[in-house]
């Protein structure tokens, strides 16, 4: 009796074990067979780098997750928050399953498997302009050149009034284009390599561009009126007019400048990426070669300008501060009232001067920016700079990182509020000198 039950034990152990490696095995086998022609390493190379500029990682990868697995909360004005998906080789949770055609509908049609749409937090309308071919590579790669992980995201937290498919199908019709990039004849290859990944994989229109009522992008290419003229509001961040107007634009930038930017994330006292686009920066652009990001600021810079207002260039506003100085050194009590005490110059000599300079110039390396003649503080809105002193920034390239504390614990919002006014009023205003020049 005490042997039977002793064997049955063992068995309630073991089979479940025996179960899970036997799935396992089945998993393996299955993705294997999955089109085992793709499975070859200069195509799974070539996908890789697609993956690269197409960011992929960046929003298929939660905080401290594994690559591709998915679990990224993505919060849609009006629709609710989105988790993405595994994109991982992974049978039952990801994608190791998926055949070619069904891989091809959900990148580039925004449908995925058993016919499902997907919501359009998934860039599919940028996707629809990479050609079969890279496509092709795409697929290789994250069926054969991705760790699989076996792990399913949250379920996405939408809007029961929203959450049918059948609009998602109308929306696509009316929206959604569905044709591959075709060259302009007319243009050199290296303007139409240029517009095939900004339009495209890199999928700059998506943050960059407005959105209409049903928050369709407005504009896919530069034949159509506002496109890359700035976009929305998104997780408290806005991606800006990046058409070579002189103004509302990036168009006083040199070649070398956008370059910089692009591959780096910095440009003395003009610019620093933050938010999506210091994650765009590490995880793609700093990544892909010298002649791709040569063709985008190319295509960049021939675009037609648009101008979505504003009298002065952002990176070209702001006087040094001085005012700041007379309270360095100072105990609270010399300010007297409350209001004093808490005011945005004190404010910024406690949170900002140590890194920043006293009169807000900076380190004369660049390393700590300046906050006048700098693109963020001078823009018409203030929500980028919200975000950076709030959330900080963060960027990692070449190894070399460059990182902004967050204050969203020690700031309070009328705080916040002062400390963002003085800001503005001192670094978003014209100088003196600035205004004679303009005039």
Known sequence: MRAAIGLAMILCVLTPMVWVSAQEIWDVAAQEEVNREFNRPELIEKGRYLAVAGDCRACHTRTDGPPF????PMTIPVLGTIYSSNITPDVNSGIGGWSLKEFDRALRRGIGKGG???????????????????????????????????????????????????????????????????????????????????????????????????????????????????????????????????VSGIGQWSAEQLTQYLKTGHVNRLAQAGGPMAEAVENSFAKMTDSDIAAMVTYLRSIRPINSGGRYPRQQLGSAATDVIIKRGNSLAVDRSPKLRSDGARLYLGLCASCH???????????????????????????????????????????????????????????????????????????????????
């Open 69 to 72: 697995a998915g679990g990224r």
């Open 116 to 246: 499902r749409n997907l919501y359009p937090a998934m860039p599919y309308e940028a996707y629809a302009r990479i050609t079969d071919d890279d496509i092709a590579a795409l697929y290789a790669y994250f069926m054969f050149g991705v760790e699989p992980v076996h792990e399913n995201p949250p379920a996405n937290t939408v809007r029961k009034a929203l959450s049918a498919s059948w609009p998602l199908k109308v929306w696509n019709y009316l929206f959604a284009p569905d044709e591959p990039f075709e060259p302009n004849p007319q243009q050199s290859d290296e303007w139409n390599r240029g517009a095939y990944l900004v339009q495209g994989l890199t999928h700059c229109g998506t943050c960059h561009t407005p959105r209409g009522i049903a928050l369709q992008q407005k504009a896919y290419d530069e034949t159509d009126k506002g496109f890359l003229s700035g976009g929305p509001v998104l997780d408290g961040w806005q991606a800006y007019n990046i058409t070579p107007h002189p």
């Open 357 to 439: 300079g006293v009169d807000g110039t900076g380190s004369r390396d660049g390393y700590y920016p300046s906050l006048l003649h700098n693109s963020t503080v001078g823009a018409t809105s203030d929500h980028n700079l919200r975000q950076a002193i709030l959330q900080g920034v963060s960027r990692t390239v070449d190894g070399e990182e460059k990182m902004m504390p967050g204050f969203a614990r020690e700031l309070g919002e009328q705080d916040l509020k002062n400390l963002l006014g003085y800001l503005r009023r001192q670094f978003a205003t014209p100088s003196e000198s600035g205004a004679a020049a303009k005039n």
